[in-house]
């Protein structure tokens, strides 16, 4: 096959996908949480910000589980059943309590 019956082939292919996925009908569903709802900070001991890794863990115990670090600077998160901890590079920057669901 040339180039040009190829393209053509890839062309037609690639519109008869796209024209099958939209014959489906769509929904979703919207959640909408009313801002400073989305979790209930005064329920939470958070660390707070300064706070090192090591005084973080003192307090809190060991996460649960934990990512990055990611980018320059690197930033690092903690995270806890309750709420997520970002670091960057050793010291909190946020603290961020968990939507309760």
């Known amino acids: 096959m040339n180039k040009l019956m190829s393209a053509a082939l890839a062309a037609s292919l690639a519109v008869s996908a796209l024209s099958a996925g939209f014959s489906q009908p769509v929904q979703a569903e919207q959640v909408k949480v009313p ?4 979790g209930d900070r005064d329920s ?3 660390p707070g910000t300064g706070q090192s890794r ?6 809190f115990g ?3 589980s934990t990512s990055g670090p990611v980018g ?5 998160q903690w995270h806890y059943d309750n709420f997520v901890v970002y ?6 920057i946020h603290a961020v309590a ?3 669901r």
């Open 35 to 38: 801002v400073m709802s989305q």
């Open 98 to 100: 968990r939507h309760n």
């Open 54 to 59: 090591e005084a973080v863990r003192q307090r």
């Open 72 to 76: 320059d600077p690197p930033i690092s």
């Open 87 to 92: 670091f960057e590079y050793n010291h909190v």
């Open 44 to 46: 939470v001991a958070l």
């Open 62 to 64: 060991d996460p649960v």
